[in-house]
């Protein structure tokens, strides 16, 4: 292209000449502009964290007790030779008229017809692989930074926080444990011992957010070292949950079938003797009533047997099912808070059926409330005859 331009301009060639020339550049361009945009996002990336290096390296010898930073000073050079091998490339793709409209719509229009960026991001991908290792320590230690950074503005949100112990088994206690994500949120207990848990309690008390709370404190605690808790005794087994488990229109299977999916997993990791703690929210509840109770105490029961389990439940009667194998706990209403809940667990059965009464506070109608007040009797008087 350049060549033929030379030629009209210096020889008075034909200009006819250049029409396929630029015609043929600007298909090439075209064909190639997805490559080239990610190949650009990629260089100037990494030459952006060259940047960043050395902006770190010079925050002075003072902060210098931080193993990263005193890294990223030592680094120095190899930054130094990254950046130089990428000059060509940062020339064409810089320029600094992208702030000026008209001037970039041209600047880009001569770029595509001259095949400029194809032929910066292919030299400058290929120096790349050649320079990339100069990078990999920087790339490191402004992640360990970062990283670092996320961390300590998470813990400074926190009420507090403490350095868990590890057990080699499946022991499990956290003092006064909030959600890690919830920094108001309501601190509650899970008491020491080798029991497993079944909580009960009405929509909306608490339950998912409890056993959510557990089990995230449990993987801060075993990544990070930190829990959102006074203090924390944490298994060392994996971590593995049935939250809320949604129904798959491609894959054409149903919420229950994607949940006994996931609990058989977990029948084969507790059979294989592996310490792990399970979480389960409301299980089986895409089933009718009988089945439902009865497959949750069977798999309840073989769960228990081996591992660590924390499953919340609407179903009561699994209370006295499981009371053997499982701590009983419960969140209940509290009329004395505004909310319907005050999200604290509660040791022991649940006694109160409050579903009704919460029709009642929101304001349904007094005849539906009455009709399902006198009904939840008459089932009662079954079960009790049963």
Known sequence: SIAAIVWILAFGGPGWLLAPILGANLFIAMANLGNVHRQTETLGACLRLCAL????A??????????????????ASDRRRFARALWSFRWVTGGGV????????????????????VLACGVGMRRFARVRSLLVDTFEHVGALDAGVAVASWMQCQRVTCRPRLD????LELAQARHPLLPDG??????????????????MAGKTTFIKMVGLNVILGRTLGVCAAERAVLPCGAVMAA????HSVTSG????????????????????GEACLFLIDE???????????????????????????????????????????????????????DGFFDYHLHLGAARERNAIALLERVGFPPLIVEQAARYAEAGAAIVDMD
Do not use: M
Request: proline share 4%; glycine share 8%.
């Open 98 to 117: 992208d702030n000026v409209p008209v001037v970039a719509e041209v600047a880009s229009a001569v770029k595509s017809l001259l095949l400029v960026e």
């Open 53 to 56: 290096g050395n902006q770190l």
């Open 186 to 203: 309501v601190a509650n207990d899970v008491a020491p011992g080798a029991a497993s848990l079944l909580v009960t309690g009405s929509n």
């Open 283 to 337: 299980p089986f509840s895409g089933t009718n009533t009988a089945e439902r109770i009865a497959i949750a105490r069977a798999v309840l029961e073989a769960l228990g047997r081996n591992a660590r389990v924390l499953v919340t439940t609407h179903d009561v009667e699994l209370q006295s099912l499981l009371g053997d194998a499982f701590a009983l706990c419960h969140f209940q209403e509290n009329p004395d808070v």
């Open 58 to 75: 010079s925050l002075g010898p003072g902060r210098n007790a931080l193993p990263e930073l005193a890294a990223l000073v030592e680094g």
């Open 243 to 246: 939250i809320r488990g949604e």
């Open 168 to 171: 080699a088994g499946t022991a």
């Open 253 to 272: 299977k149903s919420r229950y079938f994607a949940e006994i999916e996931a609990i058989q997993a977990f029948l084969a990791r507790a059979a294989q």
